[in-house]
């Protein structure tokens, strides 16, 4: 299909799914608002991450495999080209994001656990969405960064990708249910990773030398983190992460630095027995922020938007466990102040957060009849 075909395709798939969904609001009072809910869409297969497109559709990933486009609450069938991908436990078709110049070049990122002769294994990948008269499809699927040793469990992928700032890449990649792979600085797991929007490695990376670790990692000591975002607050990347029993963080990942797990933590094993040395231990960073009991964080936003200027550099974090928003109030140098429990219960188990342009709040909750939540002001 010629470029001039794409471009007038994808305005007639503009029409076919304009139609709306009809949506009942709902209000919740909050400490600071009333929130007004309203269901965008549903029937999705456990939605995992979500994408704004710049006309107002929203790209979503199914953890089955699936991925598709959702304007004006018509969900479309499938996206075309998407990898295989192995759907087992926590993993499956995970995050998305778009390319800071996506109204350009039509690149998206996305990550996934692939099937391989050994097991499964976490990558990322880079393609390009084209949008045309049966749907859209994927073109020049290339993997830009690859978890090398396969694992044959279940869990704990992470799988969060943030575009920073500068155009690199961090992804953020779980100890794939073996916790002492987060202290192996050869090995991808339990870290956060960074890299070119080509697959490259920055010259800034802590280990860009390979002498002291692989040159993609940017920090270790991670157990699972499945929210990530760039702070505008503190100028830093920010990410949550689910401990054991007990130990959810909110860290500020810094260059070569160990976040602990499973050396230290605040949580213990789910049969009770204790994790490592404690919860202080020499050469590992603290958590900004933690919960004790855990609520399963997936999906981090800072809000900078206009419809709720009283939640201004708050931190939004979904919850899978107790099936609420959490909202964490922050000072203007961006200190945790206190938390803020919302929602709790009304829609299922929070996967993931995302602020858009306009100010209001989405939600994707991990069911088997997936939503997509707005939330406005009241």
């Given at each position: 299909m010629k470029q001039g075909q794409r471009i007038a395709a994808a305005g007639l798939?503009?029409?076919?799914?304009?139609?709306p969904l009809a949506a009942f609001a709902k209000d919740f009072k909050t400490e600071t608002v009333t929130l007004s809910a309203e269901t965008i869409a549903d029937g999705l297969d456990h939605p995992w991450g979500l994408a704004f497109l710049p006309d107002g559709a929203f790209l979503v990933t199914e953890r089955g495999g699936t991925m598709r486009i959702v304007k004006d609450g018509k969900v479309s069938k499938p996206v075309a080209n998407v990898p295989k991908v192995v759907v087992k436990g926590e993993g499956?078709?995970?995050d998305v994001a778009l390319a800071p110049d996506f109204a350009k070049s039509g690149n998206i990122y996305f990550s996934y656990t692939e099937p391989r002769q050994n097991g499964t294994g976490t990558v990322?990948?880079?393609?390009r969405l084209v949008r045309n008269e049966e749907g859209a499809e994927l073109e020049n699927v290339s993997v830009l960064l690859s978890v090398k040793q396969s694992t044959s469990g279940s869990a704990h992928f992470g799988s969060r990708i943030l575009v920073a700032p500068d155009g690199t890449l961090f992804v953020t990649i779980g100890d794939q249910g073996t916790m002492n792979?987060?202290?192996?600085f050869r090995d991808e797991a339990g870290s956060l990773l960074r890299v070119n929007a080509d697959g490259t490695i920055p010259a800034d990376n802590?280990?860009?030398?390979?002498k002291k670790g692989l040159?993609?990692?940017?920090?270790?000591?991670?157990?699972?983190?499945?929210?990530?975002v760039w702070d505008p607050v503190t100028n830093s990347l920010?990410?949550?992460?689910?401990?054991?029993?007990?130990?959810?963080?909110?860290?500020?990942?810094?260059?070569?630095?160990?976040?602990g797990w499973p050396v230290i933590t605040y949580g213990v094993d789910y049969s009770g027995a204790k994790i490592g040395v404690g919860t202080h231990a020499k050469g590992y960073e603290q958590p900004?922020?933690?919960?004790?009991?855990?609520?399963?964080?997936?999906?981090?936003?800072?809000?900078e938007g206009s419809m709720f200027p009283e939640w201004k550099g708050d931190l939004l974090v979904g919850a899978l466990k107790f099936e609420m928003l959490v909202r964490l109030d922050r000072d203007e140098k961006g200190a945790i102040k206190g938390e803020e429990r919302m929602l709790k219960g009304e829609f299922g188990r929070v996967r993931d957060v995302r602020v858009a342009p306009d100010g209001s709040i989405y939600l994707l909750t991990d069911e088997g009849d997936g939503k997509i939540i707005r939330l406005t002001r009241a």
């Open positions: 798939f503009a029409v076919v799914i304009s139609l499956g078709l995970l990322m990948a880079r393609a792979r987060s202290q192996d802590p280990f860009a030398d390979g040159p993609q990692i940017w920090s270790k000591g991670h157990r699972n983190p499945q929210g990530a920010m990410t949550v992460e689910h401990g054991a029993r007990g130990g959810d963080e909110v860290n500020r990942p810094q260059a070569g630095k160990n976040y900004l922020y933690y919960w004790d009991p855990s609520i399963a964080p997936s999906g981090l936003a800072v809000y």
